[in-house]
């Protein structure tokens, strides 16, 4: 059930707010004018988060996905002030906690990955759509794009996408972003069963296209004034060609 809410910011068009449903919260928000966007970026966050850290709750606005959200409609607005560009946060799935067997499984992704694709294809049809997804919200992306017609796919502070290479996204373009100082680098990217999420997307033979993220820590990737928020900036106004590679 969606239910619009009236308080709208200065950089708002339009919010929805799904109403919380056992055993995770729902809540997206989206920033800028969708109905008259030509690109549409989506931010798919990680482990542990709730309607409590969606825009606050941290000492990282930046690391929430609101905040993130925001600071990714500043710096595109920046770079293109004439640019028809919304931005939605999405928490449309069950965040597992970070200290959980949850978060090395991929129950959660796998539902949420149904909710994502029926998002993108209902409500974003006939838009450009970038999916910038971090950490464990990129497991949940990696799989709902095949068959969306989604243009890319940027994941940075990734555990692996359940995938063995790039290709087997569907034609979807992927980019990977693995910063100096995350400690995702020093998780084993494998996969036994259940466990873990295979091959690290940022890593040799992969299929993605790296772009820079600097010495970025695992929840730095949308601060503002970074090389990575640049980067995704880029990548969600469709500038490929003006993105520094990593």
């Known amino acids: 059930m969606l239910r619009p809410v009236l308080a709208v910011s200065a950089i708002t068009a339009l919010t929805y707010v799904i109403v919380p449903q056992p055993p995770g919260d729902r809540i997206v928000k989206v920033y800028g004018d969708l109905r008259t966007a030509e690109h549409v970026a989506v931010v798919v966050p990680g482990a542990d988060t709730t309607a409590a850290t ?5 000492a990282k606005v930046h690391s929430t996905p609101g905040g993130g959200a925001r600071a990714l409609l500043a710096q595109a607005r920046e770079l293109d002030p004439g640019a028809r560009l919304a931005v939605v946060a999405w928490l449309g799935y069950d965040s597992p906690a970070t200290v959980s067997l949850h978060v090395a499984t991929g129950g959660a992704a796998e539902r949420g990955a149904r909710a994502l694709r029926r998002y993108v294809s209902d409500t974003l049809r006939g ?21 969306t017609g989604v243009s890319d ?34 998780v084993p990217k494998v996969r036994f069963g259940p466990l873990g999420f295979g091959p690290d997307p940022a890593g040799p033979g ?7 993220t600097g010495a970025a820590g695992h929840s730095d990737y949308l601060e503002p004034g970074s090389r990575s928020l640049r980067n995704l900036a880029l990548i969600a106004l469709g500038r490929a ?4 590679r990593g």
Do not use: N, Q
């Open 153 to 186: 796919l940027a994941v940075f502070g990734s555990p692996g996408l359940r995938v063995s290479s790039a290709a087997a996204l569907g034609g979807t373009r992927l980019w990977a972003g693995s910063g100096a100082r995350d400690w995702m680098r020093h």
């Open 54 to 58: 969606f825009e606050g709750g941290r």
């Open 127 to 147: 838009k450009r759509v970038t999916l910038l997804c971090h950490s464990y919200g990129s497991v949940v992306c990696a799989g709902a794009v095949p068959g």
């Open 241 to 244: 060609a003006e993105v520094s």
């Open 206 to 212: 992969f299929g993605s296209r790296i772009f820079a």
